[in-house]
């Protein structure tokens, strides 16, 4: 299994040394100097930042180090005090956020949405793009929208399938659990055919059994010819798929590489495994360095 | 007491032209809050737009009824927009405060004597009916028409197929629109704004098409109360807005017929309460007087409200399997 999964690994995604901010042989996503303070925390200060296309890459790191904020910053729900970034070349900087998913940049969030009062299937059908009988005078005629929204439906019971929803197809979001609930974002996502899907800890409460199966569709994504960036604190997940890692810590990027390299640099350890407390992640930074040495 | 006139009136009140103005008004409230989730306490806003436009366009401006109809309609279009342009993109409470302003500040304006030439201050307007050639339009020849309770003269006939009419176009098409695609996004808005924008939906276009649609009903709502009785501005007050609110939640904010069923039960209601409360102060039966019986149906309409929302809040015609996740 891990053999199998080892051999679909993209590699050869960055140009030079894997540090902080290098640079990648296809970003798909470029990110200069985005910064996000609230009052006098800041909570994102990323100086520059690739994704690679067509690669899975994981964004890790503890908690409330700014993975969440820099999402919603990407993805128009919230600006940013300066900075800029472009998507397949685009500048996305003040593009509101329905325009920035009309791209193809499409995300989930850490705190599902489901559409409670909408049904599983009707929630998937919402998802799908360019939809004729969603312009409001064309609704007011079946013909025009009917076939496609038959389409639609195939298209959705298959997701809905693959994620172990479909007998739940006619029931209210509202009924699901809230790992099911999970599954529904994410299946509704790819609704959308998304060119960068951006899943905040889509894993997060999800029964191990269908972990499995999801990351296999994850990887699917990839051969669809899709870029996945995604939030996770399952450090299995992140080994198992991600080509590429980026970690935060405290809004800043500490480190990036490839999994099995980033995963045994010392500060990635300390963050996550807090196998050696005496290094406090602020080292990373630079920020917590000044204080320890002062202690000495 | 007088059973029979008292059950006479009730089911006279069942088939009125106010009912069916209330009725498309409620109609409005639905689109607007049942499937897109606005709150608008200005409907009564609304009505007045369209009440007001009609008879001013004839009044004032000298134009055929009809005319003055579509006035009034695209009066409140123009309402939705100066209301929706600031306040939809942030988030929906602001809606409710800002509607319920501006229907008072256009009630207020209507009232003043600044502009008596035009909307007839505290008097009203009237005679626009017969001016502007709506009664002239009357296809019905002279004469009483139906039965027992629902006896009416051709010129009231005229109203309540003209308002029958434009009720059931409207129900029709918040049908047609809501089991289409565009109103799959519409309560998609209504439970989760964001989720729909990260999927690539104007939101702010949809919830501004959603408050015009709901606009135009109220002031259809308002045209067809101007076809039977006076435009005055003591109609359009708040309290007009909660009754409609009152009979939405009682039929079912988000259902199609609920709206119209609910106000008919609503003011057939409020027919019944009106001619037996004061009966049952009279021969004693209720220990207080006659005008405190007929302010008395008001404190039940309010319990009743509270009754509804407490025990039913998806009313009466709701999906049963919606109550469990009212929020
Ligand atoms: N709207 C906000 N107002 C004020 N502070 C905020 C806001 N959103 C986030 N923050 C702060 O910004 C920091 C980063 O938060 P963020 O949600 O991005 O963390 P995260 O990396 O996603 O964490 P987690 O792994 O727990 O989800 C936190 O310190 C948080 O308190
Ligand atoms: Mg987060």
Known sequence: ??????????????????????????????????????????????????????????????????????????????????????????????????????????????????????????????????????????????????????????????????????????????????????????????????????????????????????????????????????????MHMVRHIADWVIVMAEGKVVAEGAPDTVMKEQAVIDAYLGAHQDTDLGVVTGRIKVISEEGK | MDWGSILNNTLAGLLTPTILAFALATLGLAMHFGFAGLLNFGIAGFMAVGAYGYAISVLTFGLPWWAGMIMGVAASVVFALIMGIPTLRLRGDYLAIVTIAAAEILRLLFLTTAFEPVTGSADGLFGYNNSGGFAEANPFPVGDYGWGPWTYNEQTLWMLVFGLIVLAVATLLLWALMRSPWGRVVKGIREDEDAVRALG???????????????????????????????????????????????????????????????????????????????????????VSGIQAATLRYVLVGIGLMLIVIYRPQGIFGDKREMTFVK
């Not at chain 1, 200060?45 to 890459?57: F, K, N, Q, S």
């Not at chain 1, 790191?61 to 300066?82: C, E, S, V």
């Not at chain 1, 079946?142 to 006619?170: I, T, Y």
């Not at chain 2, 408050?211 to 109220?218: A, D, M, P």
């Open chain 1, 1 to 234: 299994m891990s053999s199998n999964s080892e051999s679909q690994k993209s590699t050869g995604l960055h140009i030079g040394v894997a540090a902080p901010g290098v640079k990648k042989v296809d970003p798909i996503l470029v990110i200069d100097s985005v910064k996000k303070s609230f009052g006098g925390l800041t909570a994102v200060d990323v100086e520059h930042l690739e994704i690679p296309r067509g690669a899975i890459t994981a964004l890790i790191g503890p908690n409330g180090a700014g993975k969440t904020t820099l999402f919603n910053l990407l993805t128009g729900f919230d600006n940013p005090d300066t900075g800029a970034w472009s998507f397949e070349g685009k500048q996305l900087a003040g593009i509101s956020s329905f325009k920035v998913a009309k791209m193809g940049q499409v995300r989930t969030f850490q705190l599902t949405k489901a559409l409670s009062l909408l049904t599983v299937l009707e929630n998937m059908k919402l998802g799908a793009k360019n939809q004729t009988g969603e312009k409001l005078l064309n609704s007011l005629f079946p013909f025009l929208w009917r076939k496609q929204d038959n389409e639609l439906e195939v298209k959705a019971m298959e997701l809905l399938r693959r994620f172990k929803l479909d007998a739940k197809k006619d029931d209210f979001a509202a009924s699901l659990s809230g790992g099911q609930r999970k599954l529904l974002e994410m299946a509704r996502a790819l609704m959308t055919d998304p060119v960068l899907v951006m899943l905040d800890e889509p894993m997060a409460g999800v029964n191990p059994a269908l972990t499995q199966s999801l990351l296999e569709h994850v990887l699917n994504l990839k051969k669809e010819g899709m870029t996945v960036l995604f939030v996770e604190h399952d």
């Open chain 2, 201 to 287: 939906k104007n939101v702010f276009a949809y919830k501004m098409q959603a408050l015009i649609i709901g606009g135009v009903f109220g002031a259809l709502g308002g045209i067809v109360l101007a076809t039977s009785t006076n435009v005055s501005p003591g109609v359009y007050v708040t309290s007009l807005t909660f009754f409609l609110w009152t009979a939405l939640l009682l039929g079912g904010a988000a259902t199609i017929f609920g709206p119209v069923l609910g106000s008919i039960i609503f003011w057939v209601l409020q027919a019944f309460l009106t001619n037996i409360l004061p009966a049952l102060a009279e021969s004693g039966i209720l220990p």
